[in-house]
């Protein structure tokens, strides 16, 4: 329907433009993997790490302003999409980890297990869609969506855990992390911005959320940067200014 669409279509416009970071991965876990096999588990240990800093707080950020983001940009008849687009903002970040775990496996010489996975997902979703779609409606469908991706993210990090590939982060990160959630829905929910005032608020409460976290110690400079510019050309647009006369 109209309102499941026009919901999924704010989640699925930022997750397209996430696609293109999968490319980089791939190319730099294989590169590692025919190189320095010895730093591949520690280039794919913060690569989540830093994936799991910078999403966790977005889908409580969306949720608590849900309502007016339809209101903003589809209009008040939208607005019964609201829970719709509260579960699909959770669904988001997993949609982008399941990418970005299938990317690091296809990365690591194993493309075949990565697509069985991927594929192995549909007939989950497909069961669990025809299942509650009758008793819960559009929620459910969602739902629905959100815990397949949620499976597909599990299955595939527990791989790349049993494979020696990663290390998890410390139950610290993740209190750390969830503090900083929490805090970010608190502010979004007690501001309740509304209007074109909602894109800066949202955008300061993220903010707010890194400078909470990086004040707790999970945000290290000397690591991030070298991690940011394999992901965007930083270092070339740099040195093209400077050679710039």
């Given amino acids: 329907t109209g309102l499941y669409t026009s919901a999924a279509a704010l989640i699925k416009a930022p997750y397209f433009l996430s696609l293109g970071t999968g490319l980089v991965v791939f190319r730099s876990v294989a590169q ?5 096999p010895s730093e591949v588990r520690g ?27 339809l209101g903003l940009t589809f209009g008040d008849d939208y ?12 669904c988001f970040i997993f949609m982008i980890w399941l990418n970005l775990v299938t990317t ?14 991927s594929l192995g997902l549909l007939p989950v979703q497909f069961f669990l869609i025809r299942e509650w779609i009758s008793t819960t409606g559009l929620a459910g469908v969602a739902l629905a969506t959100t815990i397949t991706y949620v499976l597909g993210t599990l299955v595939g990090t527990v791989f790349l855990l049993r494979e020696g590939h990663l290390v ?15 805090s970010s829905y608190t502010v ?38 070298p991690l940011v510019e394999k992901f ?8 093209a200014l400077r050679k710039d006369p």
């Fill in 104 to 117: 690091l496996i296809a990365g690591l010489d194993r493309p075949r297990w990565s697509m069985a996975l």
């Fill in 188 to 225: 979004t929910r007690w501001g309740s911005p509304s209007g074109l005032w909602l894109i800066v608020s949202c955008s300061l409460i993220y903010f707010f959320y890194l400078a909470l976290v990086r004040v707790m110690g999970e945000l290290d400079d000397g690591e991030v940067r």
């Fill in 168 to 182: 998890l982060p410390s139950w610290k990160t993740f209190f750390k992390v969830g503090i900083g959630c929490v």
């Fill in 43 to 69: 280039f794919v240990s913060k690569t989540i790490y830093y994936y799991l800093l910078a999403l966790a707080p977005i889908p409580f950020i969306l949720a608590a302003s849900a309502g007016p983001i």
């Fill in 32 to 36: 590692l993997r025919a190189k320095n």
């Fill in 79 to 90: 607005l019964l999409a609201a829970p719709v687009l509260r579960i699909l903002s959770f």
């Fill in 232 to 239: 965007l050309p930083i270092r070339s647009v740099s040195l």
